[in-house]
């Protein structure tokens, strides 16, 4: 079979939901290509039989081991061989980095075709400071591994932007609201879709909506980066007393101070007092 594309592997971001966001050089690359690499060749099937197409598809997922790799390897040396995920851009929270760092190490071409990103499309619509921005996957599900993600993540000064599924995402507002108090929040789910949202606002109200609407689909929840001024409506000294219920005073600083970005030295001072 011949193809008009060189050999070597071709990462070709597709629709995050709406199936008219794929670009037309998505298209012609997975008509040329002699496989596809995919997460689920169920979801992949289905793009590909939209666009009439009936090109090799090979599974490549978390689970995939040496030797799968090894078999596309050899491949895509002599072949075009497309890498997808199931939505959105590969390798964005998705597997297949291993593949990309073998195939650069042995000298075989790799392409990758910019598209849809669903973490890009969150941060858009979520009216959030985007000057900076941090993507970390997503959270973790148990909660001391999740505080600890906020606490280390919780002092940058970049809005965070975090993969969330709808079961999780109580939790997540819940543990956003304790130990990252003041901060405003954005969620939006089904993106590109017929029912697409976002909601921008303090977590709790947001919980409390979703609590009596309970969300279906795949979530982008982004935080704001701490503030550079005290936040007016921000009690830090309703604050300082929560957080010296169960720890020490400094303890209390530094939670606080990564929360909200106020001056450490000033919270323990004012931890001291209250104390």
């Known amino acids: 079979m011949e193809h008009s594309l060189d050999p070597g592997l071709y990462i070709v971001a597709t629709p995050i939901g709406n199936l008219g966001d794929i670009t037309m050089r998505a298209v012609d690359v997975l008509r040329g290509v002699e496989a596809v690499a995919c997460e689920d060749t169920r979801v992949t099937g289905k793009l590909m039989h939209h666009l009439g197409f009936k090109t090799r598809l090979i599974r490549y997922d978390d689970h995939a081991g040496e030797g799968d790799r090894e078999r596309l390897l050899a491949l895509m040396a002599e072949h075009p061989v497309a890498l997808v995920s199931d939505a959105g851009t590969p390798l964005i929270s998705d597997p297949g980095y291993r593949l990309v760092r073998e195939a650069r190490e042995r000298g075989i071409a790799v392409t990758s075709l910019p598209g849809p990103s669903a973490a890009v499309v969150g941060m858009t619509l979520s009216g959030l400071p985007n000057d900076r921005f941090l993507f970390a996957g997503f959270l973790p599900n148990k909660a001391k ?23 999780r995402l109580d939790a997540a507002l819940t543990a956003i609201a304790t130990h990252l108090p ?26 409390a909506h979703y609590a009596a609407h309970p969300p279906k689909g795949e979530i ?12 007016e409506a921000l009690d830090v000294d309703a604050l300082l007393r929560s957080e010296l219920e169960v720890s020490k005073a400094s303890q209390a600083a530094a939670k606080v101070a990564k929360a909200t970005g106020l001056d450490r030295k000033t919270l323990y001072a004012r931890a001291l007092e209250l104390r």
């Open 220 to 231: 982008v929840l982004m935080i704001a980066p701490p503030s550079d001024a005290p936040d």
């Open 145 to 167: 591994a999740r505080e600890d993600v906020l606490a280390e993540l919780g002092a940058v000064r970049a809005t965070l932007i975090f993969y969330e599924t709808a079961p």
């Open 182 to 207: 003041g901060r405003e929040v954005s969620v939006a789910r089904e993106l590109t879709k017929k029912f697409e949202e976002c909601r921008t606002g303090r977590p709790e109200d947001i919980a």
